[in-house]
């Protein structure tokens, strides 16, 4: 991986299982499902900024 502590906020309204085939997004990846409500986009802005990378 180019960027490995990049974080990155994917939204999609495909199931998980279509987006990496085994329900889990890859490590740096957060999945934000369609639809979504604008609090919801806040809050997992604010839990992907908030994470730490070690």
């Known amino acids: ?16 299982e279509k987006i990496n085939g085994n329900g ?3 490590w740096n990846m957060r999945l934000l499902l369609k639809p979504y409500r604008k609090e919801d986009l806040a809050l997992t802005l604010r839990e992907v900024l908030a994470e ?3």
Do not use: C, K, N, Y
């Open 1 to 16: 991986m180019r960027w490995p502590r990049i974080r990155v906020l994917l939204a999609s309204s495909f199931p998980e």
């Open 24 to 26: 889990q997004p890859p």
């Open 52 to 54: 730490t990378l070690d």
